[in-house]
């Protein structure tokens, strides 16, 4: 637990990529082999659950270090991370522990099916006898928020120059359903595993945003283009008459869409789909909104599968008949896949090819993206036609061109301190709209932003926000509805959970528009026309 406690620190302490590399690459050639395991699986996301939830949590550590549970609110909300607080509030131990952070993570595992008198006393012992890092460290396994600004990718390449294995076959290796209490690191990293391959997806390859004149891109006829689907990317496999269905966030989701298991007898072994999964209710695509209906269960009643039924869009194929063929160009795969979708009878089965567009010329190009909302699509993804499908984010063969947001203005209404670096601002803000049917019309929640101002701007807000509070809800002040901000989001719709009767993707704040007046600021109505758009 030293060692790693020890390079959670290194890690803390640097903005700089290579150090960081520099430091996890020599973790990863002195650390016990188990140690790594855990390591790996924390750092891409494999957690133990989380033990003791965090109300608990704030009680017992302001109980042990003797102050108030007002005054250790009020502290955590300055620093803006819980594990950072309870360090810092705790007496300082100058002692050190001897256990290793995998008998840490295991007793972590065991005590979720503890009673909460047993889990008080097993945080009480670790937190007095472990010094501060250790502490913050163990905090951080116990609440399972452990995000140091070190990214799958970067710790994919320092494992790669500790091992001398290519960065692209360790990711492939860590892709999957292992589990770190399960696996060792001969197993994981070292060995080939045959057993592990049936449903092991690839690494996603990812898009980079256009930036600039969309003709920056060179000759029009080298590129190829199709609808940026809105929906769930994901990778469907099909081996030894098994399915698998794998997120893009690495979870494996087949039970969630027990429609696609018509693919079993149908698509040939051997064969990886990657697509998006789409809402295609009274056989049209829906929203997002329609598809988080399916997201999230653990089960899925049949009345939400008759009601929300979905698709995959599939657009590329990344392997056939057994074989790996990222290799192959763009086009060649698409030509395989093309034939493979052309032997299916895709009216009785939930797949429907994405379309390939090829255009004359740019302006085409942008004609077509500005039916992106029509399509019920985000805008285009642009691929180079001789482009392999690689791994992870890989600037110059795939683009995405996204939809200008839609945007309306609305009113601030509440402010919650931030994290990080902004926890001593007021940077979480709540944003209303008119109500214009009621008298006179009234200001109703409709979003929260905490994103798109300058720190300047964030800033002169904060300073307005403590000369006007209304009222103080714990960390959240009400203020006085006088600013007008723009705010931009992705989509729109009805919703029955939110106040407002809308639900908007991605909202954050475009500008500050401290031209206007609230009286100018939009309606629901102005919000509901929009679901047209």
């Given at each position: 637990m030293?060692?790693f406690a020890?390079?959670i620190?290194?890690?803390?302490s640097?903005?700089k990529?290579?150090?960081?590399?520099?430091?996890?690459a020599?973790?990863?050639?002195t650390a016990?082999?188990?140690?790594?395991v855990w390591?790996?699986?924390?750092?891409?996301h494999?957690?133990?659950?989380?033990p003791?939830?965090?109300?608990?949590?704030?009680e017992?550590?302001?109980?042990?270090s003797?102050?108030?549970?007002?005054?250790?609110?009020?502290?955590?909300?300055?620093?803006g991370?819980?594990a950072?607080?309870i360090a810092?509030?705790?007496?300082?131990?100058k002692?050190?522990?001897?256990?290793?952070?995998t008998?840490?993570?295991?007793e972590i595992?065991?005590l979720?099916?503890?009673?909460?008198e047993?889990?008080?006393?097993y945080?009480?012992?670790?937190?007095?006898v472990?010094?501060?890092?250790e502490?913050?460290v163990?905090?951080?396994?116990?609440?399972g928020g452990f995000?140091i600004?070190?990214?799958?990718?970067l710790?994919t390449r320092?494992?790669a120059?500790?091992?001398?294995?290519?960065?692209?076959?360790?990711?492939?290796?860590l892709?999957?359903?292992?589990?770190?209490?399960?696996i060792s690191f001969?197993?994981?990293?070292?060995?080939?595993n045959s057993?592990d391959?049936?449903?092991?997806?690839?690494?996603?390859y990812?898009?980079?945003a256009?930036?600039?004149?969309v003709?920056?891109?060179?000759?029009v006829?080298?590129?190829?283009?199709?609808h940026?689907?809105?929906?769930?990317?994901?990778?469907?496999?099909?081996?030894e008459?098994?399915l698998?269905v794998?997120?893009?966030?690495?979870?494996?989701v087949?039970?969630?869409?027990?429609e696609f298991h018509?693919?079993i007898?149908?698509?040939p072994?051997?064969?990886?789909?990657?697509?998006e999964i789409?809402?295609?209710?009274?056989?049209?695509i829906?929203?997002?909104h329609?598809?988080?209906?399916?997201i999230?269960?653990?089960?899925?009643?049949?009345?939400?599968?008759?009601?929300?039924?979905?698709?995959?869009?599939?657009?590329?194929?990344?392997e056939?008949?057994?074989?790996?063929?990222r290799?192959l160009s763009?086009?060649e795969?698409?030509?395989?896949?093309?034939?493979?979708?052309?032997?299916?009878?895709?009216?009785?089965?939930p797949?429907?090819?994405?379309?390939k567009?090829?255009?004359?010329?740019?302006?085409?190009v942008a004609a077509?993206?500005?039916?992106a909302r029509e399509?019920?699509?985000?805008g285009?993804?642009i691929?180079?036609?001789?482009?392999?499908?690689?791994v992870?984010?890989?600037?110059?063969?795939?683009?995405?061109w996204?939809?200008d947001?839609l945007?309306?203005?609305a009113v601030?209404?509440?402010?919650?301190?931030g994290?990080g670096?902004r926890?001593?601002?007021?940077?979480?803000?709540?944003?209303a709209?008119w109500?214009s049917?009621t008298?006179?019309?009234e200001?109703?929640?409709f979003a929260?932003a905490?994103?798109?101002?300058?720190?300047?701007e964030?800033?002169?807000?904060d300073?307005?926000?403590?000369?006007?509070?209304?009222?103080?809800?714990g960390p959240?002040?009400?203020?006085?509805p006088?600013?007008?901000?723009e705010?931009?989001?992705?989509?729109?719709?009805?919703?029955?959970r939110?106040?407002s009767?809308?639900?908007t993707?991605?909202p954050r704040i475009?500008?500050w528009r401290?031209?206007?007046?609230?009286?100018?600021?939009n309606?629901l109505?102005?919000?509901?026309l929009?679901?047209r758009?």
């Open positions: 030293k060692q020890d390079l620190k290194t890690l803390d640097t903005n990529t290579n150090n960081k590399v520099a430091a996890l020599s973790y990863f050639e016990d082999d188990t140690d790594k390591t790996i699986a924390i750092l891409s494999r957690r133990p659950p989380r003791v939830n965090t109300t608990i949590l704030r017992w550590a302001s109980e042990l003797n102050i108030p549970l007002w005054l250790f609110e009020e502290s955590y909300h300055i620093v991370d819980l950072e607080t810092l509030v705790i007496p300082t131990s002692e050190s522990t001897a256990k290793s952070l008998q840490f993570l295991k595992i065991q979720k099916k503890e009673d909460d047993t889990k008080k006393k945080l009480i012992e670790n937190w007095t472990l010094n501060y890092y502490r913050f163990f905090t951080k396994l116990i609440t995000r600004g070190v990214s799958q990718k710790m320092a494992l120059k500790a091992t001398k294995i290519d960065e692209d076959i360790l990711a492939y290796k892709m999957g359903n292992w589990n770190p209490d399960k001969k197993q994981l990293i070292l060995e080939e057993s391959y049936l449903s092991k997806p690839y690494p996603f990812l898009a980079y256009i930036e600039g004149d003709s920056n891109l060179g000759d006829k080298n590129w190829t283009a199709e940026k689907w809105d929906g769930i990317r994901s990778q469907v496999i099909i081996r008459n098994e698998f794998w997120s893009r966030g690495e979870e494996l087949t039970d969630k869409y027990p018509q693919f007898g149908q698509i072994n051997g064969t990886v789909l990657d697509g789409l809402p295609f209710g009274n056989g049209e829906g929203t997002f329609d598809l988080q209906k399916r999230g269960r653990k089960t899925v009643p049949k009345t939400l599968l008759k009601n929300t039924p979905v698709i995959l869009k599939v657009y590329d194929l990344l056939w008949k057994g074989e790996d063929i290799q763009f086009l795969r698409r030509a395989l896949l093309e034939k493979l979708v052309s032997n299916q009878d895709t009216s009785s089965l797949l429907q090819l994405s379309e567009l090829t255009f004359e010329n740019w302006n085409d077509e993206r500005k039916r399509m019920r699509s985000e285009l993804m691929k180079r036609k001789d482009s392999t499908y690689q992870g984010r890989k600037k110059g063969d795939w683009w995405k996204k939809v947001p945007t309306i203005d601030l209404t509440y402010a919650m301190r994290h670096r926890s001593n601002l007021f940077t979480d803000y709540t944003f709209l109500n049917e008298n006179p019309p200001l109703v929640t929260k905490y994103s798109g101002l300058t720190d300047a964030f800033r002169k807000v300073t307005w926000i403590k000369k006007n509070t209304l009222e103080r809800f959240v002040r009400s203020v006085t006088e600013l007008v901000f705010i931009a989001f992705e989509g729109i719709a009805i919703s029955k939110h106040k009767g809308f639900a993707r991605f475009l500008r401290q031209d206007k007046k609230i009286t100018e600021a309606s109505t102005d919000l509901k929009m679901i758009l």
